[in-house]
């Protein structure tokens, strides 16, 4: 049974493109969350996701940040118009219930680096 | 709402000694608490819970830990510690009922194992 995949695990951007992040949640998990970890900072939630849903956006930065967990495919995080404060590590868990706290499984991260 | 304090950033010990990592949280209602283990440039991996019933929660690698809820704290401990136990531990909560599946991070405890 794989686990939470993500991919690319290393993405180099420079200030002003786009960056796609993506991640398969476990199999039989239909509920998708992200998380951004800073250098010397724990995890910060970002998102949590159903299949075609956002459940609670309240950790995401208001602009150039969204995501998206389509009914097909793998769900998506994307920023616009990167800038040097996003590069951090990007982490999306998984889990089989949503409400309450059910265990979540964690993917390997992509590391974004901004030059 | 709920906050997590990691009181050691960084706990250095000799291999076969035994270590606690300290975590205290924060929250008007009932919550759900975790511990992970992130290896160098790894994902989270979770390495025991509390979710109900006795306080004292067995996890792998030889951790436990114990919730204390007059003292909103659940500390990780282990009798003897191993070189491969060099990590960053993170301490979560995350409260049931409610709409918010997202978990909240303590800032890390670095674990360095010295033989």
């Known amino acids: 049974n794989a686990g939470v995949m993500q991919n690319p695990r290393h993405l180099v951007r420079r200030r002003g493109q786009e960056a796609r992040l993506r991640c398969s949640p476990m199999?039989?998990?239909?509920?998708v969350y992200w998380y951004r970890q800073l250098p010397e900072e724990g995890l910060k939630f970002m998102v949590y996701?159903?299949?075609?849903?956002?459940?609670?956006e309240s950790g995401m930065p208001k602009e150039r940040f969204s995501a998206e967990f389509p009914k097909e495919g793998p769900s998506i995080l994307r920023i616009q118009q990167v800038v040097r404060g996003d590069s951090a590590a990007y982490f999306c868990?998984?889990?089989?219930?949503?409400?309450?706290?059910?265990?979540?499984?964690f993917g390997p991260g992509t590391r974004l680096t901004v030059t | 709402a709920q906050s997590v304090t990691q009181l050691d950033s960084q706990v250095p010990v000799f291999e076969e000694a035994p270590v606690e990592l300290r975590c205290n949280y924060s929250?008007?209602?009932?919550?759900?608490l975790f511990w992970y283990v992130q290896y160098p440039n790894q994902g989270l991996q979770l390495l025991l819970k509390?979710?109900?019933?006795?306080?004292l929660v067995k996890g792998i690698n030889g951790f436990e830990a114990e919730f204390n809820k007059s003292q909103t704290s659940f500390h990780l401990r282990k009798p003897s510690v191993h070189i491969s136990d060099t990590a960053e531990y993170f301490c979560a909560v995350s409260s049931y009922g409610g709409s918010q599946g997202n978990l909240i991070f303590g800032k890390g405890t670095k674990l360095s194992v010295k033989p």
């Open positions: 996701l159903q299949k075609e849903n956002i459940i609670d």
């Open positions: 868990a998984s889990s089989s219930y949503g409400v309450g706290a059910y265990e979540q499984y």
């Open positions: 929250s008007s209602v009932s919550v759900y």
């Open positions: 509390y979710l109900s019933g006795s306080t």
């Open positions: 199999k039989g998990h239909s509920h």
